[in-house]
């Protein structure tokens, strides 16, 4: 019996060393520029159906969202009549709620107290720097942000998933003009 589980291992022994020399000889070659394209027309797909995702959202919720140029979408459903409009370097606090177009809460001021941040500078979803742009000191707001610029590929690794659009609603407390306190 010894005989035969050494024998048993010395030839499983041969087929494992042959089989890691047929895979070193073996030489792969890949087309860049094909697999550029693949993942150019990938990111493409991505694009329409997260386009589509937030048209379904804004139609079945019958919101007047304003598309901007980067895909994001805004709906001032509460303006200030008297606020800044804000601008790069300003510092904002905001009080904010983040969805999924599912209508799941991820986030929340309630929860996770008020934001505040400077606008074009902090490491926030590069989709709300984008955003505020549009508003002004006291607006109230919806903000649609499709996945590239909000979190991606990989989500955020806690509450939202890979390649999620999300919405805040949020509202605008207070602008200081280019500095923090």
């Known amino acids: 019996?010894?005989?035969?589980?050494?024998?048993?291992?010395?030839?499983?022994?041969?087929?494992?060393?042959?089989?890691?020399?047929?895979?070193?000889?073996?030489?792969?070659?890949?087309?860049?520029?094909?697999?550029?394209?693949?993942?150019?027309?990938?990111?493409?797909?991505?694009?329409?159906?997260?386009?589509?995702?937030?048209?379904?959202?804004?139609?079945?919720?019958?919101?007047?969202?304003?598309?901007?140029?980067?895909?994001?979408?805004?709906?001032?459903?509460?303006?200030?009549?008297?606020?800044?409009?804000?601008?790069?370097?300003d510092v904002i606090r905001i009080n904010y709620t983040v969805y999924l177009l599912d209508g799941t809460e991820c986030y929340s001021s309630k929860n996770d107290g008020e934001k505040e941040f400077k606008v074009g500078m902090e490491d926030i979803e590069n989709g709300l720097h984008k955003a505020v742009l549009f508003l002004k000191s006291g607006d109230k707001a919806r903000i649609l942000i499709p996945s590239h610029l909000a979190h991606g590929l990989l989500g955020d690794s806690k509450k939202i998933p890979p390649q999620s659009p999300i919405l805040y609603d949020l509202e605008i407390l207070s602008v200081e003009k280019g500095h923090r306190k």
């Open 1 to 89: 019996m010894k005989f035969f589980n050494n024998f048993l291992l010395f030839v499983s022994l041969l087929f494992f060393i042959s089989c890691e020399r047929d895979q070193k000889k073996q030489t792969v070659f890949i087309d860049q520029e094909k697999v550029k394209h693949q993942f150019i027309k990938a990111n493409q797909q991505v694009v329409v159906k997260e386009n589509d995702e937030m048209d379904y959202y804004q139609k079945s919720h019958n919101m007047p969202f304003v598309k901007t140029n980067s895909g994001i979408r805004y709906h001032v459903y509460s303006p200030s009549g008297k606020g800044d409009s804000i601008k790069t370097d």
